[in-house]
């Protein structure tokens, strides 16, 4: 009896051995890989991050300073080139998309604090349309306040528009400063040649008549003027539309206060 007790006990023990065998290996491979991994997700740059977590649909990797999209196409991220502020307002890379905060504490924006003022606009062609047919080919009505305003589907942003809406109808004082609004537009913007945020169907201004605009009130002004700062948007309307992803034209030191934006990796 005691044989086959030690004869049994040996074979199990080769048993464990050989299962312990099969899987230390194994193991190793699955630890190597998640560091691979992680090493690999490591070496993309924070900002880029961003824009993966903000635009999960669209899928976009990142090689070598590249965003690489899903038909194979890429855009640079960083092309290395120091500019000047009005440089950055007509040729700005991805990377200094996010060279300014977009501060929520401060009620007046520093000095040139124009956080997502600049765009680079070759990103936001390839994801919501090169010309005013294409971008139209995405956007959707949308019963804003009395009038129908045509706003993007592409990323969730019209949805997120109409939660906005549903958040602000709960609150009567607010509705007078939504009225009159205006979204979609396909237009350059104001004395530059570049496109407004308008062109690709996500941004929406509010009533004009309680907006400021920074040349309405300083029509001499230039890029880098010092300029005061004006605003009769309640904070209540600028909260919740931040809460849903869209950032206000109000946080800008070039203020324009009636602008909202969906440009959700900014909040992030």
Same mark, same amino acid.
């Given at each position: 009896m005691n044989n086959n007790y030690h +004869?049994? =006990?040996f074979v199990g023990r080769c048993i464990l051995s050989i299962f312990a065998g099969c899987s230390h290996p194994a193991n190793k491979q699955s630890k190597g890989t998640k +560091? @691979? %991994?992680?090493? /690999? +997700?490591d070496s993309i740059p924070q900002n880029v991050k961003k824009i993966i977590k903000a635009y999960p649909n669209l899928n976009i990797l990142y090689k070598e300073n590249h965003l690489i999209f899903d038909d194979g196409t890429s855009i640079?991220? @960083? *092309?290395g080139k120091k500019k000047a502020f009005e440089e950055m307002l007509d @040729?700005? *890379? /991805?990377? +200094?998309?996010? &060279?300014m905060s977009y501060d929520k504490t401060s009620v007046i924006p520093a000095y040139l604090n124009d956080c997502g003022r600049s765009r680079n606009e070759a990103f936001f062609q390839k994801i919501y349309g090169k010309s005013e047919s294409e971008v139209r080919k995405n956007l959707v009505k949308i019963d804003w306040f009395g009038v129908q305003i045509l706003f993007t589907k592409i990323n969730g942003a019209s949805i997120q528009l109409e939660k906005v809406k549903q958040e602000l109808m709960q609150h009567e004082h607010l509705k007078k400063y939504l009225t009159n609004s205006s979204s979609f537009y396909w237009r350059k913007v104001r004395g530059a040649n570049r496109q407004s945020a308008h062109s690709y169907g996500i941004a929406? *201004?509010? !009533? %004009?008549?309680? &907006? !400021?605009?920074? =040349?309405w009130s300083n029509p001499k002004a230039n890029e880098t003027s010092k300029i005061k700062y004006e605003n009769q948007i309640p904070v209540e309307i600028v909260n919740i539309f931040e809460k849903h992803g869209f950032i206000w034209g109000g946080r800008w030191y070039h203020y324009d206060t009636m602008h909202f934006e969906y440009r959700p990796e900014l909040l992030i």
């Open positions: +004869k049994h =006990l +560091k @691979d %991994t992680l090493l /690999i +997700k640079v991220y @960083d *092309d @040729d700005c *890379d /991805i990377e +200094k998309m996010f &060279s929406i *201004d509010i !009533n %004009t008549s309680y &907006s !400021n605009y920074w =040349l």
